[in-house]
Nanobody, 128 residues
Framework: QVQLVESGGGVVQPGGSLRLSCAVPKSILDFYAIGWFRQAPGKDREGVSCISNRDSSRYIADSGKGRFTISEEYGNNTVNLQLNDLKAEDTGVYYC?????????????????????WGKGTLVTVSS
């Protein structure tokens, strides 16, 4: 059973920052694309960011460009999502997920489908 575990959520004021982390088994991290998603109350899940070691691709959704950064913490088998200048609309549960296969293990493909393994999520609340 593949386990992905998110951490780092919390309550922050608008303009604040958080760093989310996703612990990923090394065998997954080496060959899968790791995506970050969020789901706000009453809204559909949205793909926020992605990183892939297989083809060195990365992706940040337009909603996070200039504010969010995805990175990998080598040695700790962790994928981090740095969230800066947070806004109320960034509130939601943030999930990390893994997608494999030759065509799936890239961030150059839409994040809308194909993710096989999911964490349980971490809640981010942006509120004054």
């Amino acid at each position: 059973q593949v386990q992905l575990v998110e951490s780092g959520g919390g309550v922050v004021q608008p303009g604040g920052s958080l760093r989310l982390s996703c612990a990923v088994p090394k065998s997954i991290l080496d060959f899968y694309a790791i995506g970050w998603f969020r789901q706000a109350p009453g809204k559909d899940r949205e793909g926020v960011s992605c990183i892939s070691n297989r083809d060195s691709s990365r992706y940040i959704a337009d909603s996070g460009k200039g504010r969010f950064t995805i990175s990998e913490e080598y040695g700790n088998n962790t994928v981090n999502l740095q969230l800066n200048d947070l806004k109320a609309e960034d509130t939601g549960v943030y999930y990390c997920a893994a997608r494999g296969g030759h065509s799936g293990s890239t961030c150059r493909r839409s994040l809308d489908s194909g993710f096989d393994y999911w964490g349980k999520g971490t809640l981010v609340t942006v509120s004054s």
